[in-house]
């Protein structure tokens, strides 16, 4: 459907289309103050945050930030208070005018919009929930929840029904006729979400949504939200300062600091390899645990053992490399199981010829996806004699870890931990 | 003591009273229209008031005190006081003040309130509209009673410009206040879904500011019942005329009655109005 708006749209600049971004931001600067446009000539534009306000009396909220969000990602905008954050999310859908610089939204310009195309594009694309929830207290919960679709001026049997749809998605079946005052803050950003949601928007734009919760709310609704994404696939923008937040949710995190992006990367890569001693002092006390995930530190097995061989080779191949057991695969080389020494033993020493080795003979222990991050191994790890085995989804054996590898990952290399 | 000095001197009062007959000369007929207007409205309220008998409007007030007020008794005691009322031989003029007090309230809404949207949405209004305001709420109204004399002649018509005046400010700085008010994320949030401006504003901001813009109407209320006793002076009758001729005749007793009338219906008024603003939710 949006291709085809593109092709006719004048806005649109089809050369500067990356095919996978969704969003492209370009060189967008945000000053706040009286004549904001003089600190872009060349003689301010170099100087410092500080610099600038002494000498113009203009803030810098952002500076050449430069960001390209894909379609169906979960894009995490972090920062401490004051770092341009939840300035950023307003420049996207201009609640807040950028200085300069562009912002496309499907090969759209935002920047160049007026202001009835730009409210048409907001009805179509966006949905936004909000730190303080910004719920409509007068009107009631399926009210709330439906104002999106009574904005867009449709009908209000249809805009009922969605509403009560999402309001059911979001776990707030039977609360419909309350107002928001009488619901418990995690309820009320419930109503916020459905809110968002009811719209089907294409972006969703979460400012802080959580951080007003208590920590257990905080943390279900952090998983429901990952279970909801997993089905909606949008793209989401979400405002945080919390790094445990973003390291959960985020698949790409940039951060920002006094309004420029000090650093952007998935959490692994943000945990792993901090770009300065500001991200450094962010990710001090994140648990490598929590971003590592098992795909990035299996090692290739040492031995695999193929079923179809037959027993005899599996104990000669285990033999030559001195080992008790090793994992063992069928043709399509899925994981099967662990085949052990001794019972291979029995199986060469049976009166009647084995051609394969039957499933009965090997031992079956529980696998891992590459995604799956090391907390959650730590408890398979412990009951476990074997290294892990890691396979995909349809059960392809990939690599192997080991408990030693789990635990080198997680502690942190001498001298960095430290700076 | 330093005297000012006499050479500096501010042609002010030369260049008003310029413009003053100017203003009379030319803008006869706009005046004339207004004030036609205006009485209409008067009229019509007085109208109403008065054909309505006081053996309906009592029960009325003491039904709107127990429905609206929120108790039995407050209904009971409006009654007992319109009754005081008309037992002090006042009813017929309460009921012209009442309506001259109803009539201003309803000029001032219909200006106050877009006025005060206005003021809320631009700093430089706010900015411009601010010391106006202050003018209009502490010039003594004579200075304005007597231009309004001049355009509009004796009677009703003037009592109620020099009303509106001093009883608009209110309702335009509480809607302003109001709006101003209304959570930032609700309406930002109304703008997120690509709300217009004035589906933010009947959605969300006036919604959300009603209370404070009920304490304005219940504000820019008494002090039209206040103004009104002012009005009588010239010409309009009602309340106010009677504590006047009271004051005149020496005829202390007399002054106190009429002078407890205005703070029953006062008080009547102001219980109704205060009740709109703190609707439950």
Known sequence: MFDTNIVNDPETVHSEINNSSQIVIKDLWKVFGRDSKRVLGRKYKVLSKDEIQEKTGCVIGLREINLEIKKGEFYILMGLSGSGKSTLIRNLIRLVKPTSGSIKINGKNLTKMNHEKLLKFRRQTFGMVFQHYGLFPHLTVLDNAAYG??????????????????????????????????????????????????????????????????????????????????????????????????????????????????????????????????????VRDASPAKVITAGTIMEPAKIILYAWEGPKTALTLLRNNKRRAAFIVDKSHKLLGVAREDKLEELVNKPEKVGKIPASALRRVPSVGPDTILEDMFSIVTKNQYPVPVVDKNNRFLGVVTTDQIFESITPTEGEGNV | MFKFPEVVTIPLAKGIDFIMSWLLIHLDGFFDAIGFII?????????????????????????????????????????????????????????????????????????????GINMARSDKTEAILKPVLDGMQTMPSFVYLIPALMFFGMGKVPAMFATIIYAVPPVIRLTNVGIRTVDVEAVEASKAFGATAKQVLFDVQLPLAKPAIMVGINQTTMMALAMVVIGSMIGAKGLGMEVLLAINRIEVGKGFEAGLSIVFLAIIVDRITFSFSEKKQ
């Open chain 1, 149 to 282: 679709l009574k904005v867009r001026g449709i009908s209000k049997e249809d805009r009922y029904t969605k509403a009560r749809e999402v309001l059911e998605t979001v776990g707030l079946k039977g609360w419909e006729d309350y107002h928001p005052g009488s619901l418990s803050g995690g309820m009320q950003q419930r109503v916020g979400l459905a809110r968002a949601l009811a719209n089907d928007p294409e972006i969703l734009l979460m400012d802080e949504p959580f951080s007003g919760l208590d920590p257990l709310i905080k943390r279900q609704m952090q998983d429901e939200l990952i279970e909801l994404q997993d089905k909606m696939q949008k793209t989401i923008i979400f405002v945080t300062h919390d790094l445990h937040e973003a390291l959960k949710l985020g698949d790409r995190i940039a951060i920002l600091r006094n309004g420029e992006t000090v650093q952007v990367g998935t959490p692994e890569e943000i945990v792993t390899q901090p770009a300065d001693d500001y991200v450094q002092d962010f």
């Open chain 2, 39 to 115: 009485l209409q409205v008067v009229v019509g309220f007085e109208a109403l008031f008065l054909f309505l008998p006081w053996f309906v409007i009592i029960p009325l007030a003491g039904l709107a005190g127990w429905k609206l007020v929120g108790k039995c008794k407050t209904g009971l005691v409006f009654m007992i006081l319109m009754f005081l009322i008309g037992s002090f031989g006042y009813w017929e003029l309460s009921m012209r003040t009442l309506s001259l007090v109803v009539a201003s309230v309803f000029f001032s809404l219909l200006i106050g309130i877009p006025m």
